[in-house]
Structure formats: C-alpha cells, structure tokens
C-alpha cells in the first residue's frame, strides 16, 4: 500500500472531503454561536460520522476529523476548555469509526487545526502565549489520537499562523498549509482573509509577503481553502512564485451569518467539479476538495470529473 507521501512524490491527484462544519448544519444539527461546530461531536455524534461516512462514499480519500474549532482557548469561551482533550479525541474516533464502516479503499484522516478564534469575540485571531500553548496541545492530542496528518486552516496572519504551523510540525507528522485569501479593493492584487472589521489590532497582510515569510516554517503541502471559488485562481497564481511542493485547493461557497452557513448561491457541484478541474490542470494542484458550503455531491462530481484525466 503507497503511503500518502509516496502517493503525492508520484504525481497522483489527491481527493479530500468538502465542508465537515456545514454539511453537519445541513443535517440539521444547530452551531454554536462561539465555538461553531466544536461541541457537535459532543452532541450528535451520530450525525458527525454519517457525515464522514458520506464524503467516504462520494470517494473521499482524506477526511477531515470535526477539530477545526475545539482548541482549548476556543473552547474556554463556553466554560469547556476542560473538555479539550476528550472532546478531540472523540473527533478523531468518529473518523476513525467512519472509515472503518465504509472504507473499500485506502482513506486517511486528517486532524484541522485552524486560526478561528472564538466567534463572539473581536478578533480576528488571537495570538496570547495561551493560545500557543492550546495549539501545541492540540497538535500533540491528535498525534496521540492517531491521525495521518495535520491540516493548518485558515491561515491568515503571520502571528497566529506561526504558533498553528510550528505546533502540527513539531508532532513529525505530515502537515499540509491552507491559506485563506479575498481579492483587495483594487481587484487585482490577493490578500489574507479578513471578516471582522472591528479588528484593529490584527493585519491584513499581502499575500505574497504571507506566503513568502511562512513557507519556511515548514509543511508537506500547501495551498488555498476557505477562499471564494472566484478567488482561487490569483491566489494560486501568487502561491506558486513561493511553493513548489504538491498544492492543494479546496474553495468555500455560499457565505457565513454567524454562526450559521447560508448555503444561498452556492456554486453547483458540476460547476464546482469543472473550477476543480481547472487548478489542477493551470498550476498544478494535487489535493483538492471542498470547504465550507459544499457537500458530498460536490466532491461525487469533482471525482467523476478528475477520474481518468488526472486520478
């Protein structure tokens, strides 16, 4: 059996799940209001890993375990930071238990460590000595836990991004870097994602100085997420002058009223599945999938679309 490793060395296209938080609303699972989909696997975890189980069956090869939004300092907005190890655990079991019930191929499981800082709050992101510490106890907790690798999310800062970076690389893991970009008012030039506008003390910062300065820091792969399907290409364009590893890309649709996703105008999954197919043939990507907005029809057709071409 290749390794994922081996599987990306031969130039072979990597397929992810779509959205995990969203396809859990979907099913009519409520979010909280600070923490999004932290406690669902608390919650509903029958609903968690149905929704594993979907993207495994749409012919998902690497699924992403429900942690994007359960470090401790998050989780300490609710009074439940003390639930931090168990609550990640449980996430990863669900994946685990979910490919397990389905699997007929070779599936990895991914742990999300992501920059989403409480959402009630002001900032952007957050970036006391605290937080640190809750990234690297998140890294060590889904080690420990046995996932295959570390996705760093929504990195969108150098601040908080370093903290996430170093904390998944340290576990010796293989670590794949999601960077999260809008188009300036310009529209041309690619800068870090920004939703909080009463943030005054965190940057916006070029792209290209974003990319140039964490490429360093290390990671197996990188690429583009939780950046609108429009976006995708200039921002592909800009990482590219930085990394030459494998690249990844999986866009959002629709958009976010807090806490909630609204799945209004979303971009069709053969839509969706042909904007796939053109990153990886202009610039090379060979992880690709989905964020927030789409679901396992997206990543159904974004399989039967790559397969032969590219898979």
Excluded at 113 to 118: E, F, N, Q
Excluded at 274 to 303: F, M
Aim: hydrophobic share 40%.
């Amino acid at each position: 059996m290749a390794t994922l490793s081996e599987r990306l060395d031969n130039n072979e296209t990597i397929l992810l799940d779509g959205g995990v938080s969203t396809e859990i609303q979907q099913r009519g699972v409520p979010l909280d209001s600070n923490v999004w989909s932290g406690l669902t696997t608390k919650t509903h975890p029958d609903e968690v890993r149905q929704v594993h189980e979907d993207y495994i069956r749409a012919g998902s090869q690497v699924i992403t375990a429900n942690t994007y939004s359960t470090a401790r300092h998050v989780l300490e907005s609710i009074t439940l930071g003390h639930e931090a190890k168990a609550l990640n655990f449980k996430s990863v079991q669900l994946a685990k238990e979910a490919r397990d019930n389905v699997a007929a191929a070779d599936v990895w499981i991914a742990g999300s460590m992501s920059s989403m800082p409480p959402l009630k709050g002001n900032r952007e992101v957050v970036l006391d000595k605290h937080a640190e510490a809750s990234y690297r106890e998140l890294a060590e907790v889904l080690a420990e836990a046995g996932v295959d690798l570390i996705i760093a999310e929504m990195m969108r800062d150098i601040e908080n991004a370093t903290m996430v970076i170093k904390a998944a690389v340290s576990t010796g893991l293989p670590v794949w870097i999601g960077y999260s970009t809008m188009m300036a008012d310009d529209g041309i030039d690619v800068k870090s994602l920004r939703w909080k506008n009463t943030d005054s003390m965190t940057n916006t910062h070029d792209f290209d100085t974003l990319v140039k300065t964490l490429t360093p820091l290390g990671g197996q792969a990188a690429g583009i997420m939780h950046t609108q399907v429009g976006d995708m290409e200039p921002a592909l364009k800009v990482l590219g002058k930085h990394w030459s590893g494998p690249k990844l890309a999986y866009a959002e649709t629709g958009r976010f009223l807090m806490p909630e996703w609204s799945f209004e105008e979303i971009c069709p999954p053969q839509e969706y599945a042909a904007q796939a197919a053109s990153w990886i043939k202009k610039y090379g990507v060979q992880i690709v999938g989905g964020c927030c907005g789409t679901g396992p029809e997206h990543i159904r057709a974004l399989k039967n679309k790559i397969r032969g071409q590219y898979a």
